[in-house]
């Protein structure tokens, strides 16, 4: 197990493109499906980092294109406020470490976050999702491209 890679810049390490794969899993860890696709980190005005992915969902049955929009507003050089496109607050992100855990609680259903970088052109994430409809763990693998 290597140690976490610790970010100084968060605008810096994001920027640019990424290769990434998600799996989801039901908390018995049974496949349920995945994603994969690519990202683009693009800065804008200011402390405004635009995250989007778009590539193959399958889940089940069904296989289709899906998309994804995240504000990262930056608070200082390792953090960030991240925000759902539609301005609603999502979560904190600190990786001055290289590590972070977070939670999101989403009406009834909590999501339990853990980012780590594992290299300047590798991270990933992990969500556990819990709640009385859901229990899923959805665990994404970025690599820059």
């Known amino acids: 197990m290597t140690e976490p890679h610790p970010v ?71 953090r960030a406020s991240v925000h759902f496109d539609h301005g609603g607050f999502f979560h904190d992100l600190d990786l001055r470490s290289g590590r972070w855990l977070v939670e999101h609680p989403c009406r009834a259903d909590l999501y339990r976050g853990e980012f780590e970088v594992s290299g300047p052109d590798s991270w990933w994430q992990r969500w556990r999702v819990s709640g009385p409809a859901k229990a899923h763990i959805l665990t994404t693998a970025f690599t820059r491209d």
Do not use: C, P
């Open 8 to 78: 100084a810049d968060l605008a810096e390490f994001f920027a640019g493109r990424w290769v990434l794969r998600r799996d989801i899993v039901d908390d018995r860890g049974a496949r349920l499906g995945g994603f994969a696709g690519e990202s683009e980190f693009t800065a804008r005005d200011g402390d405004l980092v635009v995250y989007q992915e778009r590539g193959e969902l399958v889940l089940g049955s069904h296989r289709g294109e899906a998309r994804r929009t995240l504000h990262y507003r930056l608070a200082e050089a390792g």
